[in-house]
């Protein structure tokens, strides 16, 4: 944990760019904290999640306790943790654990596509991920402080032009990321 996966979960959360992450098959143990790091989470039909440390004597880690009060409440995620049950993916997808849930020969082209529309999106996304995920531990004033510092940054990029004019325009914008 010191030397590995912690260090591992830190850099993608202070990644600059959006994650996706696609589950396919079991997410269980520190491959659960893996795939509650991404910004959007797609996963296969036959998929599920699965907090098994109490069945050998572990607690969670990588993340997980910080992660699923924060994602799914208290009670579920005490519930995921204490009872080590499943967690199938349409429940996931309920609970607000994960975005979506598709058949499982569509999983990799789901999240391709949601990779591909983030990849080409603008150099904003870094900024409202960043802004997400600090969310989760700032007061309000300081979150309101920080965006207001964001939308400056951004408000001065040229995919913010770009944005502008395509929308008076009325044609889709073609971004840059810069």
Same mark, same amino acid.
């Given at each position: 944990?010191?030397?590995?996966?912690?260090?591992?979960?830190?850099?993608?959360?202070?990644?600059?760019?959006?994650?996706?992450?696609?589950?396919?098959?079991?997410?269980?143990?520190?491959?659960?904290?893996?795939?509650?790091?991404?910004?959007?989470?797609?996963?296969?039909?036959?998929?599920?999640?699965?907090?098994?440390?109490?069945?050998?004597?572990?607690?969670?880690?990588?993340?997980?306790?910080?992660?699923?009060?924060?994602?799914?409440? %208290? *009670?579920?995620?005490?519930?995921?943790? $204490? &009872?080590? /049950?499943?967690?199938? !993916?349409?429940? =996931?997808?309920?609970?607000?654990?994960?975005?979506?849930?598709?058949?499982?020969?569509?999983?990799?082209?789901?999240?391709?596509?949601?990779?591909?529309?983030?990849?080409?999106?603008? %150099? *904003?996304?870094?900024?409202?991920?960043? $802004? &997400?995920? /600090?969310?989760?531990? !700032?007061?309000? =004033?300081?979150?309101?402080?920080?965006?207001?510092?964001?939308?400056?940054?951004?408000?001065?990029?040229?995919?913010?032009?770009?944005?502008?004019?395509?929308?008076?325009?009325?044609?889709? *914008?073609?971004?840059?990321?810069?």
């Amino acid at each position: 944990l010191e030397s590995v996966y912690n260090p591992f979960v830190k850099s993608l959360r202070d990644y600059p760019l959006p994650i996706v992450t696609a589950v396919n098959g079991v997410a269980a143990g520190v491959g659960c904290s893996l795939a509650l790091m991404g910004d959007i989470i797609v996963c296969a039909e036959s998929a599920y999640f699965l907090q098994a440390f109490r069945r050998i004597g572990l607690v969670p880690d990588g993340g997980s306790t910080y992660l699923l009060p924060r994602l799914i409440g %208290k *009670a579920r995620a005490m519930e995921m943790a $204490l &009872m080590g /049950e499943k967690v199938p !993916a349409k429940t =996931a997808v309920d609970w607000g654990l994960a975005n979506r849930v598709v058949p499982d020969d569509q999983l990799m082209a789901t999240a391709m596509e949601f990779a591909h529309n983030l990849a080409t999106g603008p %150099k *904003a996304l870094g900024a409202i991920r960043k $802004l &997400m995920w /600090e969310s989760l531990d !700032a007061e309000w =004033a300081d979150q309101l402080h920080a965006e207001r510092l964001a939308q400056k940054h951004a408000g001065r990029t040229e995919d913010n032009r770009e944005g502008i004019l395509a929308f008076l325009q009325k044609r889709p *914008a073609l971004f840059k990321g810069r």
